[in-house]
T-cell receptor
């Protein structure tokens, strides 16, 4: 069964540093997402991406965040200057469609630790 | 606005017994409802969804969920629990009347099935 993959599984960085989290969505999916989950809290939506542009973003997704699909397979989330409160598990997801009834397929996550 | 609540942080059940994981929601229009499961070190996996039609929805691994509009609930059920069902379960909702295609996730319920 096709899976969403994410690298790295764990990233440790110092406050103020830039990090790039990478994802390979399922190959025939057209819609891509990033979510995060701070330990013990809800899964929070960050951004959705379609046709090489952002479709929706939450208030969490401020100017320090950016997303990119640099080639036909990768989907990346960049955090320009990390803060302690960015420490969380970051999940990438993809879906075949975008209307409300389409389920999302999630990767295993990248645990980001900012020190 | 859409919201979802999972009132139990943890559910304990003995193997072979029926299990229920509760979810209630709030939307303005018709709800699109989803259940996902997360095993350790894995991403969220889609289990089942309710879009329209029969209130009882069947999904993967023998799970089912019942949509109850009057009680605004979408509880996940399984007639006979397995130890391997132990995992974190997330309910999600999307408001069919809203402008966003992004679902809101609950906080998650940890299901522990004892041998």
């Amino acid at each position: 069964e096709p899976e969403v993959t994410q690298t790295p599984s764990h990233q440790v960085t110092q406050m103020g540093q830039e990090v790039i989290l990478r994802c390979v969505p399922i190959s025939n999916h057209l819609y891509f997402y990033w979510y995060r989950q701070i330990l013990g809290q809800k899964v929070e939506f960050l951004v959705s991406f379609y046709n090489n542009e952002i479709s929706e973003k939450s208030e969490i997704f401020d100017d320090q965040f950016s997303v990119e699909r640099p080639d036909g397979s990768n989907f990346t989330l960049k955090i320009r200057s990390t803060k302690l409160e960015d420490s969380a598990m970051y999940f990438c997801a993809s879906s075949e469609g975008f209307s409300g009834g389409w389920e999302q397929y999630f990767g295993p996550g990248t645990r980001l630790t900012v020190t | 606005a859409q919201s979802v609540a999972q009132p139990e942080d943890q559910v304990n059940v003995a193997e072979g017994n029926p299990l229920t994981v509760k979810c209630t929601y709030s939307v303005s229009g018709n709800p699109y409802l989803f259940w996902y499961v997360q095993y350790p070190n894995r991403g969220l996996q889609f289990l089942l969804k309710y879009i329209t039609g029969d209130n009882l929805v069947k999904g993967s691994y023998g799970f089912e969920a019942e949509f109850n509009k009057s009680q605004t609930s979408f509880h996940l059920k399984k007639p006979s629990a397995l130890v391997s069902d132990s995992a974190l379960y997330f309910c999600a909702v999307r408001d069919g009347a809203g402008g966003s295609y992004i679902p809101t996730f609950g906080r998650g319920t940890s299901l522990i099935v004892h041998p």
